[in-house]
């Protein structure tokens, strides 16, 4: 079963960036659906960004025209860049496909 390992969280200003990182055990070329979901304190799992193998991408609505969700099949990859960050996406941030097992997922937290 593919693993993933996340990276690249930490604390950011309001309108800062960021940019996440999900390194998969194995190659991703075969999995049709990858995903970022994100989950703060007292709340529910949220889905953030979808990608497909093709490249198809759909985005929750809270981060749209904000967040970036891309695949880099060639280096086991996928990538969530953040920009204009607010204290609402305060989070753990997660990668997943259908059928893996939750990683430890990356802290992010926006504050001034």
């Known amino acids: 079963q593919v693993q993933f390992v996340e990276s690249g969280g930490g604390l950011v200003q309001p309108g800062g960036s960021l940019r996440l990182s999900c390194v998969a055990s194995r190659s991703i070329s075969s999995i049709v659906n990858m995903a970022w979901f994100r989950q703060a304190p007292g709340k529910e799992r949220e889905l953030v960004a979808t990608i497909t193998w093709g490249g198809s991408t759909n985005y929750g609505d809270s981060v749209k025209g904000r967040f970036t969700i891309s695949r880099d099949n060639a280096k086991n990859t996928v990538y969530l860049q953040m920009n204009s960050l607010k204290p609402e996406d305060t989070a753990v941030y997660y990668c997943?496909?259908?059928?893996?097992?939750w990683g430890q997922g990356t802290q992010v937290t926006v504050s001034s």
């Open positions: 997943w496909s259908p059928g893996t097992s």
